[in-house]
């Protein structure tokens, strides 16, 4: 029976990569058991490496000092390169195609201003329409700048019933030719849909309009390839699936085929040229690849959580948790399908290459509100999260979420959904 308790442990016996799970901390309830923690699509939990790589950085800046840019095990100097390898097998991109820089939105405004480039003809901007907010504002405040008002001059791409359908996409842009940039995410942050990447850069490159994407949900959650599907930049956070630690460093992508081009961009210290940098030359000396993006030194101790988080990925490989987070998040539904149909409505597409490690839930329930369904779960040691109007977004991280933990899930929601 795949309702009890011993099936899910029998699930978490054979799962192979059962024993990541002893690698993080676990937020615990006061009675010191941990707690059922489903929330790594808003923050990952904390990895042993992510502390190490923490606790090497503030030893090398106690026995170091300012050496510590070039001395030690880490120098600081080249710090952010650490990152370079991991970030692009999970994009699937090349090493100069992305570098871990400043967090999301920087980053995003900072490829705004080179890839939204307006003409006469061609000035709106393409978003879907439940966009989250800091790209909206992000993209509004472009229009902004270049003096247009953002009410004119943003296209949306509404979801139907079956979510965010390409063939809408293709329709909205044979019906616009003033579309100068499309931003649109890997995996929709209210619904947990994953969109098609591939489909999505194909019209964009059809259409001769740039693509950007914002990974923040997308990155540690889903196999991708950025630089075949050819799309032109994406930016990410690394505090969701990548478990980078509250607030760390983010990262951008930018297609080699824009690498030296004359797309416009800002520039500052860092995007010097490590070579020449610190000959303090009145003239840049751009650096290759992507590197030339970055505006100064990285926050060191916002960068080491995410380096030491990275090797976790590195040893056991994106496909791996793909196919576990497949089947973990399978079995969530399943589970909600079979006990709770009436009351759980799932907004996530069924299909799983729609869906990623989240599901988003809307409670239908003739006396208790969303919002009451979610606080009983809280009070019940179950850490998810809650989005406006009426959404528990409920996601299983197959580094360390385990089918008992699914299992303690449905069986607290069903008590707080039960007649009392």
């Not at 606790?55 to 170091?64: C, E, G, I, T, Y």
């Not at 070039?70 to 390169?81: D, I, M, T």
């Not at 992000?138 to 509404?158: E, F, K, N, T």
């Amino acid at each position: 029976m795949t309702d009890t308790l011993s099936y899910a442990q029998a699930q978490d016996h054979a799962d192979p990569l059962a024993g990541w799970r002893e690698q993080f901390s676990w937020p615990r309830t006061q009675d010191g058991d941990r707690k059922i923690y489903l929330c790594g699509n808003s923050l990952g939990l904390q990895s042993q490496a992510a502390a190490a790589a923490t606790r090497q950085a503030l030893s090398s800046w106690a026995k170091l000092a300012v050496e510590g840019h070039f001395s030690g095990e880490a120098p600081w100097l080249s710090y952010h390169k650490r990152a370079a390898p991991a970030l692009a097998r999970l994009i699937g991109s090349h090493e100069d195609e992305v570098v871990a820089m400043n967090t999301l939105t920087i980053n995003l405004n900072l490829m705004l201003l080179g890839f939204y480039r307006p003409t006469a003809k061609q000035w709106k901007v393409l978003i879907e329409a439940d966009a989250f907010p800091s790209d909206r504002y992000a993209v509004q405040s472009q229009l902004q700048l270049h003096g247009y008002d953002p009410d004119d001059g943003i296209v949306q791409w509404h979801s139907s019933v079956d979510g965010l359908e390409i063939g809408q996409l293709e329709s909205l842009l044979r019906a616009h030719d003033d579309i100068a940039l499309i931003l649109l995410p890997g995996v929709q942050y209210l619904s947990g849909e994953v969109l098609d990447m591939q489909a999505i850069s194909t019209l964009a490159r059809d259409h001769d309009i740039p693509l950007g994407l914002d990974l923040a949900h997308a990155i540690g959650n889903v196999p991708m390839s950025m630089h075949d599907w050819q799309v032109d930049f994406a930016v990410f956070c690394t505090y969701k699936y990548l478990n980078g630690g509250p607030g760390a460093v983010g990262g951008a992508y930018v297609h080699r085929r824009h690498h030296g081009s004359d797309t416009p961009r800002l520039h500052g210290w860092w995007g010097n040229a490590e070579s020449t940098r610190f000959r303090m030359a009145r003239q840049f000396d751009p650096a290759p690849g992507v590197d030339v993006w970055q505006q100064s030194n990285p926050p060191i101790l916002g960068l080491a959580p995410v380096v030491g988080a990275l090797s976790l990925f590195d040893d056991i490989g994106i496909e791996a948790l793909r196919a576990k987070s497949i089947a973990l998040t399978g079995y969530l539904r399943a589970r909600l399908m079979q006990d709770l149909p009436d009351h759980v409505h799932i907004l996530t597409p069924a299909a799983a290459q729609r869906q990623g490690c989240q599901l988003s839930l809307e409670i239908n329930h003739p006396t208790r509100s969303g919002r009451e369904v979610f606080n009983a779960l809280e009070a019940a040691g179950v850490v998810c999260d809650w989005r406006e109007p009426n959404v528990i977004r409920v996601a299983p991280a197959p580094m360390y979420n385990s089918y008992t933990d699914v299992w303690h899930f449905v069986d607290r929601l069903t008590k707080a959904l039960a007649p009392t």
